[in-house]
T-cell receptor
Framework: DAKTTQPTSMDCAEGRAANLPCNHS???????VYWYRQIHSQGPQYIIH???NNETNEMASLIITEDRKSSTLILPHATLRDTAVYYC???????????FGAGTTVTVRA | GAVVSQHPSWVICKSGTSVKIECRSL??????MFWYRQFPKQSLMLMAT?????????EQGVEKDKFLINHASLTLSTLTVTSAHPEDSSFYIC?????????????FGPGTRLTVT
């Protein structure tokens, strides 16, 4: 599996957009980019995933660069409840396994 | 949809006793379930992969005789921590995988906090 690199932590202001970067320079052509988050003392929650096109759902947007070596998760209007550890994961097509790195600890401040 | 439950949500047990944790997929059938362990301020570490009706596959360094996994049905997997010790105190999280879409998706349970005294 390709590995990812994320900043250790970041702060953002409530109501503003939060942009979370992820580098995955060794990603292969059939690997998807997945984002999960884990609020303190809870199980991980799926956010969004994509292959090469930008994706948007009710929670977030995912922007993947054209060379697919990096991506950005965008939380359009961060709230205090978005404070969590965010994990960027790349995984092989049809592979169940998820490998969690250290993630980015996002703290949303009022 | 795609809800996974765990029971209990927290448990305290004495050293040397065994503890069973249940993981259930409530509204879908999961051919594969996963068990993770998470120590404070650390990331999730995969312990084992459990397929319905077959033996679990353990990750390197995980003692299969200590962490017994049973996947008896498409909606239930159990993890039994045998002869628990304080170092087994951790947050245990299960997930259930379904192949209802183009790619397989994993859905996570809320976790079980185990404290061994």
């Amino acid at each position: 599996d390709a590995k990812t690199t994320q900043p250790t932590s970041m702060d953002c202001a409530e109501g503003r957009a939060a942009n979370l970067p992820c580098n995955h320079s060794t990603i292969s052509g059939n690997e998807y980019v997945y984002w999960y988050r884990q609020i303190h003392s809870q199980g991980p929650q799926y956010i969004i995933h994509g292959l090469k096109n930008n994706e948007t759902n009710e929670m977030a947007s995912l922007i993947i660069t054209e060379d697919r070596k990096s991506s950005t998760l965008i939380l359009p209007h961060a709230t205090l409840r978005d404070t969590a550890v965010y994990y960027c994961i790349v995984r092989l097509l049809n592979d169940y396994k998820l490998s969690f790195g250290a993630g980015t600890t996002v703290t949303v401040r009022a | 949809g795609a809800v996974v439950s765990q029971h209990p949500s927290w448990v305290i047990c004495k050293s040397g006793t065994s503890v069973k944790i249940e993981c259930r997929s409530l509204d879908f059938q999961a051919t594969t379930m996963f068990w993770y362990r998470q120590f404070p301020k650390q990331s999730l570490m995969l312990m084992a992969t459990s397929n319905e009706g077959s033996k679990a596959t353990y990750e390197q360094g995980v003692e299969k005789d200590k962490f017994l996994i049973n996947h008896a049905s498409l909606t239930l997997s159990t993890l039994t921590v045998t002869s628990a010790h304080p170092e087994d105190s951790s947050f245990y999280i299960c997930s259930a995988a379904t192949s209802g879409r183009v790619t397989y998706e994993q859905y996570f349970g809320p976790g079980t906090r185990l404290t061994v005294t």
